[in-house]
Structures are given as C-alpha cells and as structure tokens.
C-alpha cells in the first residue's frame, strides 16, 4: 500500500491548479480496469475528483510525457514523480528534451508497484476489481465471493523488487518523506546471463524476443526514447520497420534500442512494464549499465541533471579504447 | 546512378604479385554502376592518370575507383587527376589493396578475393558519394613551440628568421633544456654552453620571439592555421619585466635548502632562484613549495633587499590567450626513473649515478665545480664502471625499461670515458655494453679514440648487479667475449639510462589530437617522407618527443619542422576539408551528445523556429557545426541517437553501404 494517499495529491493539485502555478496535471486515471491505469492530463479540480487515481498499479512514468505536452501547454504542468520517475525526468533535462520552467514537480514516496501478471499467476482470471489497502491487496474476481488476499510484498513488480532508489533526484517540491538511493541486486539476472556459454545465453534470448509482437510499446514508452524522428521510422536510417522474415528478426530492434539508449537509460523498467509478451528488457539494458560501470566506472543517469555520461563525454583524460577491451577480462 | 570507372593498380610486383589484378578488375565490372573496369603497372604514373582522364572523357564517368595504395599516398594524385578531367575530385574512392591487402597476404587467391572485396567496397560507396567542395580558412601568420630545448629554440630562431612570430612555451623557468645541463658535446668536444647560450641570446634579443617561461599549454581548440591556444603562465611571484636578474634575493633568502633541480639534486638552491647563471630569460622565480612567505606568510626578505621591487608575493597564475598557424610539438625527453633497476643499487648508493648526474658532476657550473668527485664523500674515484642500455633495448623486461634502443647513450658514454681518462689519467675506465652502436659522421672514430688512445676498458657484457660494500661499490658482470665472471672494486657506477619522452607529451598528444606511439613518442605523418609533420594538420614534430635523438640530429629536425611552419605560414588561404559534419535539423534532438563528444569543440546549439504542418510554429534547440572548425573524425554521428548527425564523404548510409558489399 502506498503511504502517500489520492487525497493528499488531489489536494495538491487542485490547490496548485486554483493558484495558478499550475494550468495542467499529469496524473494518473482508471483505464479499462483497476489495474489499467493510463496517464491522463487533469485540468480542473472536478477532473482530478472524478478520474485522479493513486494505487498501487500507478507504475507509468511521466517524465516522457513532458517533452510533447509542455510544447503545448502554455502554462506549467505539474507532474507527479516517483523517485525512480525522477532519474528519467533529470536525464530528459540534461539533453534538453523540455523546458523545466515549464514543469512545476511534486516528487511523491513510493512503496513499489505491484505487477498484474504476477497477481494473475496468483488467483484464477476473470479480475473484476482489486482494492490497494493495508499489505494485502483484495482482489475481487468474477468467480469467488470473498476476494482474495494478495500479500503486496509478493506481487512487486521485478523493477521494484530491486529498486535502485528511494530519493528524489530531482522535484520543486515534496510531499511525504524523503528516501534513500539503495543497494539493490538488480545486476544479478544480469549477471546470471553472463554465467552462461554463448549458446546458452543465444537460446534465452531468442526464446525472450522470438516472442516479440513488435508493437513498439517499448520504444513509446521508453523516457530515453523522445527522438524528434525515431531511427525506425525514418526511412533513410536503413533500419526502419520492415515485416520481420522470421520471429526472431527483431532482436535487431531490440539490440539497435539497446545501444541507441546505452549510457542514457535510467533504468527504470517502462520497458519490461509495458512488454504485453512479458519479454524481459530491461535486462538488456542493465547488462550496458553493468558494463558502463566496469568499463568507466560507477555512472548513474540521471543522477545528476547535465552529468556527463561516459560514453557521451570527451577530455582529455580519456583512456585508450585498447585500455577499455583490457578491462573487459578482468571486470566483466 | 553513378557511372564509375574502376583502376586496379599492379603497383609493379607489390600488388600483383599477391593479386590477380586481371581478376580483380574482371570482378568488378559487374558490381552496379560500373562502366569501365581496367587495370595497369603503375595507376599513379603519368600514363596511368592518363588512362583514367581518358576513360572520364571516354564514358563520360561520373565516378571513380581506384584499387590502389592507400589513401595516405596518392588520394590527393587521383582527385587531381579527376579534377582536371572535369569531375568533382570527392567522386574519387581508393580501395586500399596494398598496405591492407597485398602486403600482409602471401597467398594469390586470398589475396584476390579479398582485393575485390574491397574494391565492392568502395564501388558500393561511390555509388552513394556527392561532390562536395572544400572551403577555405584563413592563416594566422604565427607559430608557437612548445618546449624550449635546443629543439625548441633552432625552431623559433628558424621560423623568425623568415620574418614570421613565433611563441616558446617552456614549462621550466628558463629555455635552454637538457643541453644546457650537458657538459661537453660529442663527437667534437665543445662545452655545450658554449654553443647553446649564444642561441639562447638570439632567442632573448630577437623581436620576433616571445618567451613564456614557466608556463604550459592548457588547452587547444581550432585547426590548422587557426588554433586558439590558452597558456598558463604560472605565477613565479617575481615580475618577469622588472626583475633585473641581479640575484640580491638569492644571497639573502634563508631558505637554502632546496634541492637543486638543475644539477638534479645533487646540490640545494635557495626558495627564490635563477637556475643557472645565463638562465633565459634571466629573471628570478620564486619556490611556492618552500618559500616561507608563501607558506605563511613569515619572511619576505627578498622583497625587502629587491631594488627594483620585482617580487610580487601577490601574483597568480595568468592565462593567456593567442593565435597560431603552426604548433611545434618540441618536448624533448627524460632518463628514465631507476627506481625499478634495483640491481644497481642507484638507490642504495650515492655513488651510482646517472650519466646525467656526471655531466653535472663533470661540468664546471655544477655540485663540484667540474672536479670529478664522488657524491658519498667528495673523494676522487680512481675506478669507474660505466654500465650502458640500463631500460635501453629491454625486450624480456618492457615491465621495466624501454624496448627501444636510446641512440645517444654509446656516444655519450665513449664520451665520459674519454674525458675521465684525459682529465683524470689515475683512473680505470670500464664500460660494459651489448653492442656499441655508432652510426653518424665521425662517431665511430670517436669511439675508437676512446678505446685505443684512451685505454678505456670496453667489455661485452651486463652488469648483473652492484653491492655497496664499505667505500667500494662491488661491481658483479659478465665478459660475454672471453666468457667469465667479473668482479670489479668500483668507486663510482654510472648507469647510462634510457630516455623517454617527458611526461606532458601524453595529455598535450591529446589537446592536439596528435598521435603517438606505444611509448608516447608523437608519431610523424609518415616515417620516411614526413618526419617532421605530425598526422594532424599543422602540428610539427622537432627532437626527441619524437624519437631518440642527438644534437646534431635534432638540430637538423628543428631547422626542418621550421621550413614546414615557414611553407604553412607563408600561405594566405588554407583550403579545407569538406568532409565535415552536418546536422540535419528536422530531425535533431537538441540533446547534446555531439556537442559533448566533439574533441574540436565545433559544435554549438541555437534555438531555431520550425513550422510545424498544423500551420503553429514551434521552437526548437538544435545542433549547427562550424564547418571550418570540425575536422571529420565523426564522433558526433555515432554519439546523434536519431541519425541527425551525418559527415560529408562518409555518411553513415556510405559506411553501411561498404559493409554491406563486404559482408554480401
């Protein structure tokens, strides 16, 4: 359950919206179900009332939103973030993607986010309704009379399992209290792939990404991802959408975004969140992070807003390329 | 579609004697676009332009393959040769089927089908190329060096006297390097100060040439004919147009126990110094390290007995900021350190010095007034062991030395030996090598003058360790001649060290995007033919930062890196190179990628104004390279995450376009 309640955001929000810091909100609103929870822009106290959401499905990461909707809004927009939202928010203003006074930021606690498929695993389907109170989520399906009770602590979705923070890096303001940057184990899947013989490691990727439907929700939700003309939409790239020839061609399109958001990429997990084949990508992107830290030394996007990222960055210090390959043996 | 004539080039044997050049160009006529395919003895010769201004004409080509040298040779020859027949000289692509192809296989079918690889290669990126024409640059009409050696000063007196301004940067607080701690040079025998110090004053007395003394380069932006250059002029807490050199300051400053650098310690100087007595430019500099007025703030002697009020405890640090055409990298050397020789008990020893430290120990300006005393104990040595290739030539052992042979060290240890044995008759001389190695006007008879006038004891052979014993140095080596073990009671080892290039090569190789070696010595643009330019236009090698040197040699160096800045500075245009970056900026991000990877800093970002199809306009940040400022090395357009950084010449559709035809 998370601590920080609607009502105190709606507050929030309805009081920024009726001084007039504020002409938009981003938030979060019911989709189709309780757990469908789709960002929405809320104008007016009486929106926020009827179609404002906070629970524990609210995994959708705002900052993205910011470089389309500030161009039109002609006010400020506040935009709740969670801490982990906030590394996306920092690195979209190192690269100068939005106008940040433009941008009013609340920086809201977080206790993790729960993750449908593994309530789905959990009880039978048919969900109707899920109530997010107390440590157990109350999950109502069409068959059972009494809902059933799903500890949160189980269902965490794999990016909270192994949160990489609870501080803000960034915010104008903050409601609730302050977290720390934690030591998580998110390297050790990571690090489990690299256990493995090259055949090995070749079959559980093409068993992960032969599934790939390439609907491109990964891309479109991907808060690195805000080119002005996307490589794969672009005709002249040469590596723009084509029918694949065989289910596991577009592990190219996967590779290609890997490198393309490679030491831009906060991790934070939309990828993996969005995936409707439950393909396990920010696993990729981890391993570039895992070896960013090897190879150049520990580098967190998004930490810093105008941090230089290592494989963006040039002095005169810079180690010989043949310097870096020689670390590959004794780090990786 | 392009209509491209493809050249394959015999090179005499050094092509076709590895590749079927028949085949190769038989091959290539069915790559697309391919009109005419031939081939020839000699593609560079004047036929062979010849042959190709004809076929231009004759097919009405509108591109051009030559399957050839590499680019580094006669690139330049075939864009002249297409050019004069009336097409863009950007149309012409080499296939680089010798240094990349013939010469490193040995086998005629690899040897083919690889050359005709290359030649899909570059057939494919034609087909894509467009012309593109260069612009032009102006020069500015100045060169500066870095590094005020003897290197550095025949430079500047060079590049003066053909009427051009030229800067020395020097790190130290006088110019004059290494040669002015020398003692006598060989193979001749004058007294290096004799013949340095008369340069140093031209130096000094010529209006051409500034001198920033004690000063480095921070930082390099711009290209050739057109650097920006900042230089830090440290504080020396004296005013250099003040101070009158007259050394007040140094009989009066308590501070006397500072080890003297310039007699490599061996001796102490005061806090406040004029490191030797025709120190250019003569002006004092103050030791922040040890000056106690500057620690805190207690003393202040100097500046009361200064009659001209040149100490200025109060300065700092200055930056300054030029212009130049032409940068002359001229940053010399330093023995290597003896902390890893271990076995000669350098450390354990007074008595076992460098040969720098006995031409400072033999010099009349130094520790001991020229009088050949040991450092323990001021006594005479009566024997002396001179040990040479210490880190020289060491080929098991890179770890520790150098795998590079030093080149001045046989000479200047017949040299010591020579004149121990002159000056002092008393004295038994060895010198153990492993080959004694004297190319060069004269030298060879130098060293016979010392083995069979002298009677100095040559022994083939290494030293395998010194023990200090007593007052004696117990010399442990082998005759590899006569096959035995010697032993020999020594007074004094000298240790003939290895030199390397001085540490600040490494970061300045970087601020000038100047190349170097595995052991930073700056690499030339090529090793027979352009010694003396480095790879990056305008930049110039003279003296040991570029390889192992003697006077003599870096003299002549020096005199001809001056000509190359003469020839760049006498130009009044420089054109340049239109395979630049460009930014598409419908597409550009504004992200900054480039701009952060860019080593030229040509990359800026401005808000422009976009007309967006719903008739709004929008503002966006985006990306502009300054043409004349980017030198092509396309680190932006891997860094650009939407593509909209391209290079002219080498677009990235080009480069996926050889790969393609490579990996086909």
Redesign the interface.
């Known amino acids: 359950m998370q601590k920080i309640t609607r009502e105190q955001l709606i507050e929030k929000a309805s009081a920024l919206l009726a001084d007039g810091t504020v002409k938009q909100v981003l938030g979060w609103a019911k989709g189709e179900f309780d757990y469908d929870i789709t960002p929405a822009v809320f104008e007016s106290a009486e929106e926020l009332n009827a179609n404002f959401v906070w629970s524990d499905f609210c995994g959708a990461n705002f900052s993205k939103y910011l470089v389309s909707k500030t161009r039109k809004c002609d006010g400020k927009i506040l935009v709740f973030l969670k801490p982990c939202d906030t590394y996306s928010f920092n690195q979209l203003l190192t690269e100068h993607r939005f106008d940040r006074e433009k941008v009013y930021a609340v920086g809201i606690p977080c206790e993790g986010m729960a993750d449908i498929a593994k309530i789905k695993e959990i009880c039978a389907d048919g969900i109707a309704s899920i109530d997010c109170e107390g440590d157990a989520l109350k999950v109502h399906t069409l068959y059972d009379d009494e809902p059933v009770c799903v500890p949160a602590a189980d269902v965490l979705a794999e990016r909270c399992v192994n949160c990489k923070s609870k501080k803000h890096v960034a915010y104008d303001e903050l409601l609730g209290e302050e977290g720390e940057v934690l030591d998580s184990a998110r390297f050790d899947e990571v690090a489990k792939l690299e256990a493995m013989t090259p055949d090995e490691r070749f079959a559980f990727w093409q068993g992960e990404l032969s599934r790939c439907i390439r609907c491109n929700a990964c891309r479109n939700v991907c808060p690195a991802c805000t080119c002005e003309k996307c490589v794969f939409d672009n005709p002249n790239s040469g590596v723009e959408n084509k029918s694949p020839a065989n289910s596991f061609e577009e592990k190219m399109f996967h590779i290609i975004r890997a490198f393309h958001v490679a030491g831009r990429c906060t991790d934070c997990g939309e990828c993996s969140r969005v995936c409707p084949q439950h393909i396990p990508l920010h696993l990729l992107n981890r391993k570039f992070i895992k070896d960013i830290d090897n190879f150049y030394g520990e580098y967190q996007a998004g930490a810093e807003e105008g941090s230089r990222a290592p494989l963006v960055d040039y002095t005169t210090e810079d180690i010989e390329p043949g310097e870096v390959f020689d670390r590959r043996d004794t780090d990786a | 579609m392009q209509r491209i004539g493809v050249f394959v080039c015999w090179c005499g044997t050094n092509i076709a004697g590895t590749v079927d050049v028949k085949a190769v160009a038989e091959a290539l006529k069915n790559e697309p676009g391919v009109i005419v395919s031939t081939d020839y003895q000699y593609m560079c010769s004047q036929s062979g332009q010849q042959m190709i201004k004809d076929a231009i004409a004759e097919h009405k080509l509108t591109g051009i393959v030559v399957c050839s040298c590499s680019p580094r040779m006669h690139e330049t020859t075939f864009r002249k040769t297409a050019a004069s027949a009336g097409i863009n000289p950007y149309m012409v692509e080499i296939a680089n089927i010798r240094e990349q192809c013939s010469w490193v296989h040995k086998d005629m079918p690899i040897g083919t089908e690889k050359a005709i690889i290359l030649g899909k290669a570059a057939v494919a990126k034609v087909n894509l190329n467009a012309p593109l024409t260069p612009g032009e640059s102006p020069v500015t009409k100045r060169a500066l060096v870095i590094g005020g050696g003897i290197a550095g000063i025949q430079t500047a007196l060079d590049i003066a006297d053909a009427g051009f301004p030229v800067d020395i940067v020097e790190k130290k607080p006088t110019i004059g390097g290494k040669m002015a701690q020398l003692d006598k040079t060989f193979p001749t025998l004058d007294c290096a100060a004799c013949i340095l110090t008369p340069k140093m004053v031209d130096v000094a007395q010529n209006d051409k040439i500034r001198i920033f003394s004690y000063s480095e380069v921070t930082d390099v932006k711009g290209f050739v004919g057109n650097f920006d250059v900042t230089i830090r002029k440290h504080a020396r807490y004296v005013k250099e147009d003040v101070c009158t050199g007259c050394g007040a300051c140094i009989e009066k400053c308590p501070m006397k126990k500072v080890p003297n650098e310039f007699n490599l310690g061996m001796d102490n100087r005061t806090a406040i110094y004029i490191p030797f007595a025709q120190a250019t430019p003569k002006v004092a500099t103050i030791d922040p390290n040890y000056c106690n007025m500057l620690k805190n703030g207690k003393c202040g002697l100097c500046a009361k007995v200064c009659a001209a009020g040149a100490i200025d405890y109060t300065q700092k640090d200055e930056f300054i900021e030029e212009k130049y055409g032409a940068i002359v990298v001229a940053t010399g050397f330093n023995p290597i350190s003896m902390e890893k020789f271990d076995e000669y008990a350098y450390s354990q020893s007074k008595d076992v010095i460098t040969s720098l430290e006995f031409e400072r120990l033999t010099n009349a300006a130094g520790p001991t007034a020229g009088k050949l005393l040991r450092p323990s104990d001021g006594k005479h040595p009566h024997t002396i062991v001179f040990v040479q290739c210490v880190g020289s030539r060491c080929e098991a052992c890179a770890e520790k030395g150098k795998e590079y042979c030093s080149k001045i060290c046989c000479m200047y240890t017949a040299k010591h030996a020579m004149l121990t044995r002159d000056k002092y008759p008393d004295t038994d001389v060895y010198v153990f090598y492993i080959d004694v190695r004297t190319p060069g006007k004269n030298f060879d008879e130098f060293y016979r003058r010392a083995v069979e006038e002298y009677g100095v004891h040559y022994i083939k052979g290494m030293v395998g360790k010194v023990t200090p014993e007593g007052d004696k140095l117990k010399v442990q080596a082998s005759d590899l001649l006569l096959n035995k073990q010697l032993h020999i009671d020594a007074d004094l080892v000298v240790l003939a060290a290895a030199i390397e290039p001085d540490k600040s090569a490494r970061?300045l190789a970087?601020?000038l995007t100047a190349s170097m070696d595995t052991n930073d010595f700056f690499t030339e643009a090529h090793p027979k033919l352009r010694p003396v330019e480095s790879p990056t236009a305008g930049v110039f090698l003279s003296g040991a930062c570029q390889g192992p040197k003697d006077i003599p040699e870096t003299v002549s160096q020096a005199g001809a890196a001056a000509s190359k800045v003469i020839g760049l500075l006498a130009k009044d245009k420089l054109t340049g190179n239109p395979c630049v970056a460009h930014s598409d900026e419908?597409?550009?991000?504004?992200?900054?990628?480039c701009e952060?990877?860019?080593?030229y800093g040509a990359i800026t970002?401005n808000d422009k104004e976009f007309r967006m199809p719903d008739r709004t306009t929008?503002i966006?940040?985006v990306a502009s390279v300054n043409p004349a400022v980017c030198q092509g090395c396309g680190?932006c357009t891997v860094?650009c995450?939407?593509?909209?950084m391209d290079l002219h010449g080498f677009a990235?559709?080009q480069i996926?376009a050889e790969v393609d035809a490579i990996c086909k």
């Open positions: 970061p970087t601020l419908m597409m550009c991000n504004g992200c900054s990628s952060r990877v860019c080593p970002y929008l966006r940040r680190a860094a995450p939407s593509g909209a990235s559709s996926m």
